[in-house]
Each structure stands twice: as C-alpha cells, then as structure tokens.
C-alpha cells in the first residue's frame, strides 16, 4: 500500500508571498487532515475533509489560509500572504474512517512539507 | 478538544537501560490514545494505540504503555533501549467517534551508547 504523498519536501519563501502544498492521501480514504507542525510543538490540526466536505476547519486562520480537496481525493493548501509565524512542518494525514464508523485503523501521516518564510 | 501534556521534553538515556515518557490528559470521557514516533527528516508513525480492551498495549518493537483512567494517564516504557530508539515521541489523544487527534508538544528521546 502506497503511503501518504506531499510536495514538496521544502519550501523557502518570503513574507508576504504565497504557498501551496500537496497531499495525495492513501487510495480509498475517505478522511484527509491538514496539520501545522511549528518547531518544538506538537502537530495542531488545522483543517478535516469528509470526502469532499470540510468536517471541521475551526482552527484554519481562514484569513490567509485556504485548503480544498476536489473530487474527495487530492488536497491543496495554500497560505496567501505567509508570515513569518507560519514557518513550520505542514502534515497531511488520511483515514478510512468517516464519522460513526467503528474505528480500527490510525491516521496515516506523509513525511510533511518543511516551510520556511524569512 | 483534549488536551495533552507530555511532562518531559528532553529525556537522554544511556543504551539498554529503561525509559518513561509520560503523558496526561485533559478529560475522563471516552478516549483513544496513541503513541506516535516521528524520527529526523520523516512523518508520524504509529507506535502503539488504545482503544478498549486491557489497559496495557504493547508494540512490536518492545515498547509498552498502559491507559489509566483514574489518572487520565498514558505512560509510554520501555524496559532496555537502543541507539536506533532515538527519536521524537508524541502523544496523542481523540474523542471516540471523532477521530481528531489531539498532540502533546513532544518528548525527544536520546539513546546514547
């Protein structure tokens, strides 16, 4: 089974200049996260897809950030403009799981994307 | 959403003695807990998870940790470690039936010989 997949694998922008990172998530998960990894933190989640739906985006600063997953499979997300506090890992994250379903299987987390905004 | 404390953020060990990584908890109601390990340069990985059943959870690769409710706790051992142990170590817990992960802010495990 192909793991998760996210490009790239480092970005280093200015600030005030825009981004956008990919994810793949693994074939057939229905739920796909976006999380905000800043160094010497734990993963903060930002954004949850239900297929093609936002389950939960609470925690996106939809001021700068935005996130889609067309056709309930890849995902973008964008950061227009990034400041400097957005410097950070971005994981995505794919499950099988949609909500009320029993659960047996964890998230299955991509090697991340490294940004850097100076 | 839960909140989680891992109450170490550096712990240096020394080859093939044990270690603890604590980990407490915000809320008594029903939870997942996970343990995930994310080595230099990678992802998350799964490391071990309680869903119900014993409290003690074990992982293929000697790690154990075991769930205590009363104290809203889910310590992380492991009774002789190795270099290639050495990694960051997180954490996690969810809402049954929500399947959002909560992290604590890490534990940096470093093995030396």
Redesign the interface.
């Known amino acids: 089974e192909a793991g ?1 997949a996210q490009s790239p694998r480092y970005k280093i922008i200015e600030k005030r200049q825009s981004v956008a990172f990919w994810c793949n998530p693994i074939s057939g998960h229905a ?1 796909l ?1 976006w999380y905000q990894q800043i160094l ?6 930002l954004i ?1 897809f239900q297929n093609n739906g936002v389950v ?1 985006d609470s925690q996106l600063p939809k001021d700068r950030f935005s996130a889609e997953r067309l056709k309930g499979v890849d995902s973008t997300l964008k950061i227009q403009p990034a400041k400097l506090e957005d410097s950070a890992v971005y ?1 995505c ?1 794919s ?1 099988p ?1 949609t ?2 379903s029993s ?2 299987s ?2 299955h ?4 994307t490294r940004l850097t905004v100076t | 959403a839960q909140s989680v404390t891992q109450l170490d953020s550096q712990v240096p060990v020394f080859e093939e003695a044990p270690v603890e990584l604590r980990c407490n908890y915000s809320s008594s109601v029903s939870v997942y807990l996970f343990w995930y390990v994310q080595y230099p340069n990678q992802g998350l990985q799964l490391l071990l998870k309680y869903l119900s059943g014993s409290t003690l959870v074990e992982s293929i690769n000697g790690f154990e940790a075991e769930f205590n409710k009363s104290q809203t706790s889910f310590h992380l051992r492991k009774p002789s470690v190795h270099i290639s142990d050495t990694a960051e170590y997180f954490c996690a817990v969810s809402d049954r039936g929500d399947y959002k992960l909560s992290f604590g802010a890490g534990t940096t495990v470093t093995v030396r010989a």
Do not use: E, I, M, R
Not at chain 1, 40 to 45: D, I, M, R
Not at chain 1, 109 to 112: L, T
């Open positions: 998760v739920t996260y010497g933190q734990g993963p903060k989640l949850q939960d994981l994250a499950s799981h909500t009320g659960y047996n964890p998230l987390f991509g090697n991340g």
